[in-house]
């Protein structure tokens, strides 16, 4: 006889990958936009200071220059404004890991404590519907962020310990 809330584990199997690929695609797309508020942001702080020294050191030509370039990169940091990238991505990583975790626990322990279908069926339309509004308030994950999200899973960093094969955890120590 088959197993009646095996659909049910199955179903929380896929949002737990599904979940599993986009917290660490979104982590992934979020490093290097903070590292672009770096590059833009040190630069034009630079620049204002210098094209304040050198105005005050009678240097017009040099302050003019300078205060382009502090433009240039203000309106850089506005118009692209990596701060925001990266807090979007981060937040959308942290969100899909935490129904992750929970579609983890409900497929591991509630459909193992559990018999009653309709109320477990019920909580994975939940963990679906958290899901499905995720995808849509999210943003894009760029297929390179992708990739290195695959990458790493791939190669378990996304594996804990207690899920090795019990030969594996004993080398890792």
């Not at 630069?43 to 030509?61: E, I, Q």
């Amino acid at each position: 006889m088959t197993d009646p809330l095996e659909p049910i584990r199955a179903e929380a199997s896929r949002i737990e990958e599904d979940t599993l690929y986009s917290a660490k695609g979104h982590w992934e797309a979020a490093k290097p936009w903070e590292h672009r508020h770096l590059w833009l942001g040190i630069p034009t702080t630079v620049c204002a200071a210098a094209a304040g020294v050198s105005a005050f050191a009678d240097h017009p030509v040099l302050s003019g220059a300078l205060a382009i370039g502090v433009a240039v990169g203000s309106a850089l940091v506005t118009f692209v404004n990596p701060s925001e990238h990266h807090r979007r991505h981060s937040e959308a990583g942290n969100a899909y890991k935490a129904l992750n975790n929970d579609a983890r626990i409900f497929r591991t322990v509630d459909c193992t404590l559990q018999a009653d279908s309709g109320a477990l069926t019920a909580k994975l339309n939940d963990l679906n519907q958290r899901r499905n509004d995720l995808n849509q308030s999210s943003p894009l994950i760029p297929r390179k962020a992708f990739e290195a999200a695959r990458r790493g899973i791939e190669q378990g960093e996304a594996t804990h310990r207690v899920d090795q094969p019990a030969h594996e955890r004993s080398s890792a120590r």
